[in-house]
């Protein structure tokens, strides 16, 4: 080990990202624009109209004689579920359809045109079922049952489904003890909250192709967040070793989680497996990427909390129906974790929370930024901001008061680590001039602020890994092997970062190997989970730690001189005792001679490291507790401060301030982006998004109708803050940031609309016309 | 199925292609001249990832007829830079942190020239409002205002 | 539910020569042909599934239909094929005709008003139309090239009132070919106002969209005539008569303006769908229409 522990010059530079030369040129490459040339077969996907149905036969005959058409294949052709957590899917519907949209059939053919016509030559006869859409009524025994085979379904061992009934997960919170705590409560607020189904919306649509040659081997390139989660899905849909199957992934158009796990990318695969040495390409249309895919759950969500008349708060019940959808591979881990942080970063002595997940005849919902936190603080923070009202106090004071402190013990009885809450509130508070008294800019508005409190863990399996190459070039550049994926939050950039940092040499030392390629990259469990910068980082850090190691041992072992003498500064190896010097340019690959030429010592330089957290326990089925529940907690702020027309309930965001502890920013620009962004998606789902579905079919999957927030949609400032309360194992102490500045925007502008006119909605989006109904209902206009 | 044979400049070079009724710009730039950089998005008009010049105005090309453009004047985010010499909006935006997973990038840097080519001292609500039919998922838009604003200071200190 | 394809259908790209060959063509080919211009709504709706058109017939080259001239004596004849983004620079509108350049201000977007066109906008019928209230309560015209009355084929005029029949529909016939649409000169010192209510602050359609014109008039008892007209809150672009002659008849005052607000919207009668429901457009008709009113009566000195 060097002497000099320090944190180095590149930790917390606002270093420029590697990956924006081409993205601003044109020459970014995504998974659409690599060319195949002639061979490549094009793929369409003949999907249910109905939300619940039998098959009772399709009939491809017709569909098969069309002139281009080169492969067509059923649920029949594909036995196996398939699924991250839950095994509940098939690759194509085998006995029923479950969702309007569910893939029946896939056509491969010489041109997305023919593809699309041959599907109107498939005839499918389905039996129609009674549907099931609202997720309280199909957790009931009185609901058609969805999924009549849960019990046989695989599940890992912290997934508790129902067999028999709808509900795919269950879990639960028993702390302490709320029924008898309700007598001790001063005030008590009960409320439920609908939020309704909202999607993803990246630029870049669903896109995958795949080959398999004659010797059975498999080649996918996906836009994707997890290549090593999809090998390993693929793998077990197909019966094949992962180690004959190949994700590449190339750069990324956006992914928020919908581009995690396996979703579209398994049809073009099922069809290359019968293509005969062809790749086949599936492109999503934009309305299919709204519905068929992956969409945010939506939740029905009861909430019930109390505090003591020092408004300190002592119980809370929480029960969430999750809309599960048609399957629940990945949704059933979302209400897990959204059970495990279902106080918020409060503290509350007396829990019981359960946390249902429930299939119903709905798009698919899957991982989406924040992992249900978005959801589940719409509610929690709107509650503690009615509480704080009831009893008397001033907001931000009951939260100064009641945020979760070091050392508290959490919901499931885990010890809270250090943190930065109470300082990204008093940012936050004072970024909207809290405590002084604001006004309308005219009769006819009113104004309002209001503040929420985020906290959220990474989610995922206890035992989610990471590793990092080191492989030192000939001129001392480093090639940096990675199987984190850069979909836009600069993954690729702090990842040099960290490995310049560690191993000593100027950042454009380092190139980092991209595609990602399962080929060639070392495993990654996914980008998801704001996990990148913590979890890859440590092993990169480890990774070029090694390659320091070795570097300086073989220096040391030349100079006869002791180890920890030495250090690497910019690209060269210095003695701190002899003040010797030796670049690293040809003695990472080719060694180093000893003194008289008798001897080569040394070799190619490869540094290698992993990471993966060892502490996270299980937690009891019946009570939710255990000791350590969750890697850790990133926690933050966010307020806004608005104004509503009475005239049209259309409402103007003159503020927007945020503040989140990151432990430590490795680059400050790209934390600041990374809430930028967020803050902007939470606001657009606050104001204006909504799946609207009606029987089960997406009524405005198209963006004339889901509309997302523009350019002229944003906060007229907006300010961001950094707080770093050091992660104890993250690199530098960093830990992630990616999920959550979406987290709290729902229920700040909630609380700031209750602000301004005295109305609080059942849910977003606030739309113009429910605030204005609810002002006209509640007498504020008429 | 009718077919024509069209001839247009795009990005300063001239080209002759054989093309169906019903593909649109977009597909014909991506598919038969291989210039990926614009994007598809929503093949609807409404995302604007797939905005190129067509005789100096800047259209969605997924709404653009192929067939429409015989004679015309085309540039796309390929023709932007000149010789390797980033154009100022490119440059502005790589300076300001405006570029996130750049899929957006290329139609957004596409409607930054057509306004800061007929409007060089922009307001903050007429960059915003240009930027209306440029949707962006990543940034907040943050950036990217602020990079056609730093674009716009800067070229007004060059002299042609 | 439409279920739109990846691209465009398979169709035929007709350019013909001359106004007269586009009209044959189009009668000819009646219900399998569909002249376009900028595409905005055409091309939407053959990916769709819409529209099954075998024909698309561009007219955008003909003689004429680029042009935006100025009279100062007639009017304004703006082309079928000139953008809305030329619409809102040119200086002769902007002058005369400011209600307009306000409505195609509110459309869309800078690409999309690259191609979106008046003429377009109106003979889309839909009722959600930005630009077609300006040119209705402007008093506009259609110059429509097509069948004439003796058999042979023709220029003729159609007014805007009474030219919508429905969501889409209006009174044009195969065969016919929309060339310009012409204004007549706004009444001496008229002020005017469209606002349009969307969910992003800019762009979007309109969920309620009202134009309002008015202008000094000493024949009217209140010394004022106003021509309104609605967007979104019916089958067409609806002109709400009770409320325009509530404003024509009594002094103008607020409590005229509220009176022909709430009479605009007990006249319409909107829908629910996925931008709004009835009761919020309603209530919306009200509110925007007192705005609006208010907005051009103080232009006018009120």
Known sequence: MSRIEKTPELIGQNVGRIDVLEKVTGAAVYTDDIQFGKALLHARIKRSPHPHALIKSIDVSRAAALPGVKVIVTGADFPNHIGLYLKDKYIFARDRVRFVGEPVAGVAAVSEEIAEQALDLIDVVYELLEPVFDPEFSATPDAPLIHPDLANYEAPNFIFPQPGTNIANHFKIRKGDVDSAWAQCAAIVERKFRIPHIQHVPIEPHVAVAQMTDNGQVTVWASSQSPFAQRAIFAKALDMSPGDIRVIAPLVGGGFGCKAGVTMEAMPLALATRAKGRPVKLLLTREEEFYTNFVRQGLVIRLKVGCDANGRLLAMENRMYWDGGASTEYGVNITRAGGYSSTGPYDIPNVKTDSLCVYTNHPIGGAYRGFGMSELHTAVDQVMDELAEQIGMDKVAFHKLNAVKAGDKLVTGMTMHPHGLQECLDKVAKALAWGQPVSAGSPHKRRGRGIALAWKAPAMPPNAGSSARVAMNEDGTLTLGIGGQEIGQGAFTAAAQIAAAALGVPMDWVRVAGPLDTQYSPYEWQTVASRITWSMGNAIRAAAGDARRQILELVADVWEEDVDDLDIINGVVISYKSENEQPLRNMVVYGLPNADFTEWKGGPIVGRGSFMPTYVTGLDPETGQGERAVVHYTVGVQGVDIEIDLRTGKLEILKAAAAFDVGKAINPDLVHAQIEGGLVQGLSSALFEEIQLREGVMQNPSFVDYRIATAVDTPRVMETFIVEAPQDDGPWGARGIGEHPMIPAVAALGNAIYDAVGVRLEGPPFSAEKIYLAMLDAGVVN | MAWHTITFTINGETERVTVPSHMTLLQMLREELALTGTKNGCAAGECGACTVLLNGEPVNSCMVLAVECDGAELVSVEGLADDGRLDPVQQALIDVGGVQCGFCTPGVLISARALLDRNPHPTEQEIREALVGNLCRCTGYVRIVAGIKQAAREAAHVTH | ?302
């Not at chain 3, 599934?49 to 239909?65: E, F, I, Q, S, T």
């Not at chain 3, 008046?118 to 959600?128: E, L």
């Not at chain 3, 800019?202 to 008015?214: E, F, K, P, R, S």
């Open chain 3, 1 to 302: 539910m439409h279920n739109p394809r990846p691209g465009l259908p398979e169709f035929d790209y007709v350019k013909p020569a001359t106004l007269g060959e586009a009209s044959a063509f189009l009668a000819a080919h009646a219900g399998e042909a569909r002249p376009f211009l900028g595409g905005t709504d055409a091309f939407v709706r053959l990916r769709d599934g819409a529209w099954r058109d075998r024909y698309v017939v561009d007219v955008k080259h003909l003689p004429g239909m680029r042009d935006i001239h100025f009279d100062p004596d007639k009017g304004l004849t703006i082309g079928a094929a000139v953008n809305m983004n030329q619409v809102i620079d040119h200086p002769d509108i902007q002058a005369h005709y400011p209600l307009l350049v306000e409505a195609a201000r509110s459309v869309a977007s800078y690409q999309l008003r690259s191609r979106a066109t008046v003429v377009g906008n109106i003979c889309n019928a839909s009722p959600a139309g930005d630009t077609t209230g300006a040119c209705m309560v402007l008093g506009g015209a259609l110059h429509v090239y097509g069948a004439a009355a003796d058999g042979g084929r023709g220029m003729r005029q159609v007014p805007l009132d009474g030219f919508f029949l429905g969501p889409g529909r209006t009174v044009l016939q195969p065969g016919d070919v929309v060339t310009a649409v012409h204004l007549p000169l706004p009444p001496a010192g008229c002020a005017g106002k469209y606002l349009k209510l969307g969910r992003n602050a800019v762009g979007d359609l309109a969920i309620v969209g009202v134009t309002a014109l008015g202008y000094p008039d000493a024949s009217a008892p209140s010394g004022y005539r106003f021509r309104l007209a609605l967007a979104s809150v019916a089958p067409v672009p609806f002109v709400p008569v009770q409320a325009e002659q509530i404003l024509s008849e009594a002094p103008l005052s607020a409590a005229a303006i509220a009176q022909a607000a709430a009479a605009a919207m007990n006249a319409v009668a909107p829908i629910n769908d996925a931008r709004g429901s009835a009761r919020y457009r309603s209530l919306m008709t009200r509110n925007l229409v007192q705005e609006a009113v208010t907005a051009v009566w103080e232009r006018l000195g009120g």
